[in-house]
């Protein structure tokens, strides 16, 4: 069974630019997360999708940070405009179970740099 | 908060010598997870104990879990260099989705 995929695995971007994270999911979860993980933290949940719809948006700073998931499939997370303090890794991750947290498959993320 | 928090933050100990980590929470439960996070291979989900269940066993891993005292604990046994990663509990109220605390980083030294 193939992992989560996620793309691109490293960016480096100028404060104020913007730019895009994807994320293809397990085939068949139905349930999609995107964390922040800033440097010697844990993962902070941005946003959880079940299918196409949003369950858990309240941590996402929307001023600046959108996401969707088209066709209840793949993913991708915007920030526009960028800050240095969104210098971290973008995780992906992805459940097979509606409604209920048991276990997450994560992707190997993507590393933010904001200079 | 949801979260679980971690203990001790690190922890260095030699190949072969068994590795003890702490998680405590605030809240009622549904179930308590244990991820392991490294360079290599990324975060991956390690074991899920339920409410009800006091002690599960994986391999070398072997979790416990204390409602009463909303405490649980992750003993990997005779440790390898291969072990050394952070490693986060997050407990599952059911109400939101998983939030994870800032780990304890551990050390194997070969």
């Known amino acids: 069974e193939a992992g989560v995929a996620q793309s691109p695995r490293y960016k480096i971007i100028e404060k104020r630019q913007s730019v895009a994270f994807w994320c293809n999911p397990i085939?068949?979860?139905?349930?999609l997360y995107w964390y922040q993980q800033i440097l010697g933290q844990g993962p902070k949940l941005l946003i959880q999708?079940?299918?196409?719809?949003?369950?858990?948006d309240s941590q996402l700073p929307k001023d600046r940070f959108s996401a969707e998931r088209l066709k209840g499939v793949d993913s991708t997370l915007k920030i526009q405009p960028a800050k240095l303090e969104d210098s971290a890794v973008y995780l992906c991750?992805?459940?097979?179970?509606?409604?209920?947290?048991?276990?997450?498959?994560f992707g190997p993320g993507t590393r933010l740099t904001v200079t | 908060s949801q979260q679980g928090e971690e203990d001790p933050q690190a922890l260095s100990i030699q190949e072969g010598e068994n590795a003890t980590m702490n998680c405590s929470y605030k809240?009622?439960?549904?179930?308590l997870q244990w991820y392991r996070q490294n360079s290599g291979r990324g975060l991956v989900h390690l074991i899920l104990?339920?409410?009800?269940?006091r002690e599960k066993h994986s391999g070398r891993l072997r979790v416990t879990l204390d409602t009463s005292k909303k405490s649980s604990s992750l003993l990997i046994t005779a440790s390898r260099a291969a072990d050394t990663a952070s490693y986060f509990c997050?407990?599952?109220?059911?109400?939101?989705?998983?939030?994870f605390g800032s780990g304890t980083r551990l050390q194997v030294q070969p």
């Open positions: 085939s068949g979860h139905a349930t």
């Open positions: 999708f079940q299918n196409n719809g949003v369950v858990d």
């Open positions: 104990i339920r409410s009800n269940e």
């Open positions: 809240t009622s439960i549904n179930n």
């Open positions: 997050a407990p599952d109220t059911g109400r939101r989705a998983l939030t």
């Open positions: 991750a992805s459940s097979n179970v509606k409604g209920r947290n048991y276990e997450q498959y």
